[in-house]
C-alpha cells in the first residue's frame, strides 16, 4: 500500500520530500512556496525527481539519523552497502545569523563491497510547465527553463557529470556527494565541504532538540514531532506552514486538493503554542513579530491566512498540465480560502499570546504591542462575535453560527482578561467581564441541543463536530462537566469509525467525507483521558500511531478503510495535536506517584 512513504528534510527555507527508495520527487526553491523543481509526486511522467536506480537485488532501509532531521537511506544487497544521507544544510554563523541556503546536499557514503548505481537525474522547473534542458558545464550541471518563467538549478558533485547526466552505471569505492541549489556557488564545493555542512548540521538539530524536554513516554514521538513542527517553520518571516504540498488529496480521485504552503493564524497559532510549551522562544517570537507585523493599525481585521512572507492575496489557479497525486486532480497553487471570514482565529490567538506572557514573562521584549494587539482583537470580537462565519472547517457555502467559533470568541476575550491581570492593565475588566459572561450564556443556550445531548456543530443543528470537543481545552467547560462528557460520548458513538472519527458528517460542500481528519481523533484520544477514560484514551493513541508513515510522520488524512495516509504531508495540524495528546497521557500514573517515581 503506498502510505506517503516519504521523509521531510529542510531548513526552515525550503524542504523536499524523499522517497522510501530515496528518490526526491518533491522540492521547491528558493522558499516553500516556490515553483517546485522536482514534483514527481504530482505527476508520476512529467513531475521529475532526483533518484538512484540500483539492480533487483538491492534493499532499503530508511532512518532519521538520531536526534536530527537528517534522513538516512541505507541500500544493502550482501556485502555490498553503500548509503544516501540527505540533508537541507541548517547551522548558526558567527555573527548570529544562519546559514540555511536555499539547497540540499545528498551525501553518498560507501559502507562495504562494491555498490553499482545509476543516477537518475530529472529536474522539471516551474511545476513542470514547458520544457527544462539540462547540460553539462566545467563546474556543474545546470537545468535552464526560460519559456514562461526563466529558472535555473545547479547540480555539483565529485561523480562524474557525463555519467551521472546520463544515467550509466558508476561503481562505488567511496563517500561522493551531490548538491543541488538554486544559485551558482562562488566557490566550487567538494568533498570536504559537503561532509563538513553534515557535521554542522547535525551539531545544529542536536543542539536544538537538547532544549526540548523529555517525557517517559513517548519521547521519540513527541521529539520527532516538534522536528517536523520545526522544518515547517519559515525563518525569515516566522511564519509557520500548515504543511510542505500543494494538492495531495483527502480522497483519491476526488477534488478537495488545496495548497497548504501558507500560513493559517489559526494552524500557527496552535502550533506556536505547543512549541513555546517545549520551551522554543525562538520560533514563538519570529511568529508574533509575523503577526505584529501583519497588523499595522489597530482596527484592521486579520485574515485566516497568509503568505509566508506577509502576502495577503493567495489567487488560486490549477496546473491543469499535470495529473495529480494518484490521478487526483486539479494541482491547485494559492488558495481561495484567504478570503473567508473565520471569527474563531482572534480567540486562538488571544491565546497564544498569553502562553507567551505566561511562559516567557520575563523574555518579551515587545510587550506594548501585545497589550495593543489585545485590546484591538477585544474590540473586533465585540463588535463581530454575533455574525456567522464560515467555521474551522472551511465551509466554501453559506455561513452560520459555528459552535467552535462562537467558543474561540469566548476565548479571546477571557485570555484578554488574563493578559490584562498579567500586565496590570485592568481598567477595561468590568466590561470585557460583562462580554465574556455574554457569549458564555448564548453559547450554553444556544450550542446545546437537548435532543442529541450534546453541543453540536452550530446553533440549532442536529449535526455534530468533532471541534467542539475543544471547548474543554479552551477552558469554557470543565471535563467532568455532565455536558461536555455527554458530548464525548455522543461524538464517540457518531462520529467514530474503527477509532477514527469523522470531522462532521453532514453534507458539505463537496459530498460527505470519506478519510479521517487526523487531528480530530487526536482531539478525540484526549478529551477521553480528560473524562478519566485514561486506559482507552491510551489504547486508541497507540493504534493511531501505527498508522503514521515508517518514520512516524503524519498527513492531514487517514483512509478509514485503508487507514493509508491522504492529504497535505507532513501536516502540522497533526504533529502538534499528536504533541499535545502524548505529553497528556506522558503524565504519571497514580500508582507511579505512590511510589514517588518522577516523570
Known sequence: ??????????????????????????????????????????????????????????????????????????????????????????????????????????????????PELQVAYDPKLEYAKGVTSTYVKDDFIVSLNNEDTYDTLFLYTDLDKEAVLNGDTISIDADHFFLAGYNEK????????????????????????????????????????????????????????????????????EVRNWDYRFCWIRDA????????????????RRYLRFIIDLMPDKDEKLQIMYGISGEKKLTEESLDHLSGYKGSSPVRVGNAAYMQKQNDIYGILMDVIHQLLLNFSNDIDNGEELWTMTKGIVWVVSKHWQEPDKGIWEFREGDQHFTFSKVLCWTAVDKAIKVSKLLGKTSKLPKWEALEEEIRKDIMENAWNEKVQAFTQAYNSPDLDASVLLMESYGFIDAKHPKFVSTVKAIEQNLCYEGLLYRYKNKDDFGLPSSSFTICTFWFINSLYKIGEEQKAT?????????????????????????????????????????????????????????????
Request: glycine share 6%.
Open 1 to 114: 500500500m503506498n502510505n506517503l512513504d516519504y521523509g521531510i528534510i529542510g531548513n526552515c527555507r525550503s524542504a523536499a520530500l524523499v522517497s522510501k527508495k530515496a528518490s526526491i520527487d518533491w522540492c521547491c526553491l528558493p522558499k516553500f512556496d516556490s515553483a517546485s523543481v522536482f514534483a514527481k509526486l504530482l505527476d508520476d511522467e512529467i513531475g521529475g525527481s532526483f533518484g538512484f536506480e540500483v539492480d533487483e537485488g538491492y534493499t532499503t532501509e530508511q532512518f532519521y539519523q538520531e536526534n536530527t532531521a537528517i534522513l538516512v537511506t541505507r541500500f544493502s544487497k550482501d556485502n555490498d552497502v553503500f548509503e544516501v544521507i540527505d540533508f537541507m544544510p541548517r547551522y548558526h554563523k558567527p555573527n548570529g545569523t544562519y546559514h540555511s541556503p536555499p539547497e540540499f546536499i545528498r551525501y553518498i557514503k560507501y559502507v562495504s563491497g562494491k
Open 186 to 253: 562562488l566557490f566550487v564545493p567538494h568533498l570536504k565541504y559537503a561532509s563538513l555542512e553534515y557535521e554542522r548540521t547535525k551539531v545544529y538539530w542536536l543542539n536544538w532538540l537538547e532544549r526540548t524536554p523529555t517525557y517517559k513516554k513517548y519521547n521519540e514521538q513527541i521529539s520527532r514531532s516538534a522536528m517536523t513542527l520545526k522544518l515547517l517553520s519559515y525563518d525569515k518571516t516566522g511564519a509557520v506552514l500548515a504543511a510542505a504540498t500543494t494538492s495531495l488529496p483527502e480522497t483519491i480521485g
Open 269 to 284: 497559532s496552535m502550533v506556536i503554542k505547543v512549541m513555546s510549551q517545549l520551551g522554543h522562544k525562538n520560533i514563538a
Open 539 to 599: 489504547e486508541q493513541f497507540e493504534k493511531l500511531l501505527c498508522y503514521g508513515n515508517h518514520l512516524g510522520l503524519f498527513s492531514e488524512d487517514i483512509d478509514f478503510k485503508t487507514k493509508r495516509l491522504l492529504g497535505n504531508f507532513p501536516q502540522a495540524y497533526s504533529h502538534l495535536a499528536l504533541i499535545e495528546t502524548a505529553i497528556n497521557l506522558s503524565n504519571v500514573t497514580a500508582e507511579e506517584r505512590v511510589k514517588g517515581i518522577i516523570s
